[in-house]
């Protein structure tokens, strides 16, 4: 491709490589990646469609979407991603920030905590939006990975917000030995290894596993979460998981029978329970 080619021609060619290569939204991709080289905004594409771009660009422009045409995610492409209004940066050590997570932030926010846990933190969105916007709060968030936590506390430091969020390595909860929070929260992985293969490639071939994959019916980590959080939770504090999609009324289940009241499912702008919250009382103050 010569370096006279126009921002019109390489948005054209990139959709049909994109199309071709299966990716769902082969256009917006397109000039998301151009959008990000070019330190453009989507409108800038449109009113100038007839600029010449210049040729190294156009060929880091053809490595990276090179890499999407093999389903690599957006995200780590770009090395970011969008979250609760905030630009959090993600790699390949990191679950991609979903929407469907949000209606779990929402969930804490309401609660009005002073101190929350975030337990499998990944790229600490969780933590960092509710630390961004309750600038009283105190968090402590959890991860198995040390990678993974490399990449929370760049995002802490971007947003304002390390000094009030703590970082911890350990499996779920052990980090939190002697403490109790007022909410403790948890995106945990809920993906049945039986649905590996109907994954998206972007999802089943780039995210990191441990993230995804809770075994064969994929409420493990549900399950120790709620036989294990009360251990950690102040009286009537709250514990509140993210859920996959059919597994709300299970895990509701689970809380009920773990002692936990007022248990209730958030569902997401489709309708969908996506988010399952329950409280703490003690056997004194249940009498």
């Excluded at 390489?10 to 769902?24: F, H, K, P, S």
């Excluded at 251990?231 to 996959?244: A, K, P, S």
Aim: net charge negative; hydrophobic share 45%; aromatic share 6%.
């Amino acid at each position: 491709m010569s370096a006279s080619t126009t921002i019109n021609q390489l948005i054209a060619q990139g959709t049909r490589i994109l199309d071709q290569a299966g990716v769902d939204t082969p256009r917006l991709d397109t000039e998301l990646l151009l959008q990000d080289l070019l330190g453009v905004g989507r409108a800038y594409l449109y009113a100038h469609p007839e600029e010449e771009v210049d040729g190294h660009i156009i060929q880091e422009w053809q490595t990276r979407l090179e890499r999407r045409a093999r389903r690599e995610p957006l995200a780590y492409i770009l090395g970011k991603a969008g979250f609760y209004g905030l630009e959090f940066a993600v790699t390949p050590d990191v679950l991609v920030p979903r929407p469907e997570t949000e209606v779990l932030v929402e969930a804490v926010l309401a609660k009005q905590p002073a101190t929350v846990a975030d337990i499998g933190t990944g790229s600490g969105c969780i933590a960092v939006a509710v630390a961004v916007n309750l600038p009283q709060v105190r968090v402590w968030a959890t991860d198995i990975s040390e990678a993974a936590l490399r990449v929370a506390r760049e995002n802490a430091e971007r947003h304002g917000v390390a000094e009030r969020v703590r970082f911890l390595q350990g499996d779920l909860l052990q980090p939190l030995a002697g403490h109790r929070f007022e909410v403790i929260a948890s995106n945990p992985p809920y993906v049945a290894e039986s649905e590996r293969l109907s994954l998206q490639p972007e999802v089943r071939d780039w995210e990191p596993p441990h993230a995804l994959f809770a075994g064969g019916d994929a409420l493990q980590f549900h399950r120790r979460l709620a036989a294990e959080a009360h251990f950690h939770l102040q009286e009537g504090g709250w514990l509140m998981m993210e859920v996959g999609m059919g597994q709300a009324e299970a895990v509701a289940n689970l809380l009920e029978e773990s002692g936990y009241t007022a248990v209730r499912i958030l569902n997401d702008l489709a309708g969908v329970g996506r988010v399952v919250e329950g409280r703490y009382r003690s056997s004194r103050q249940k009498e």
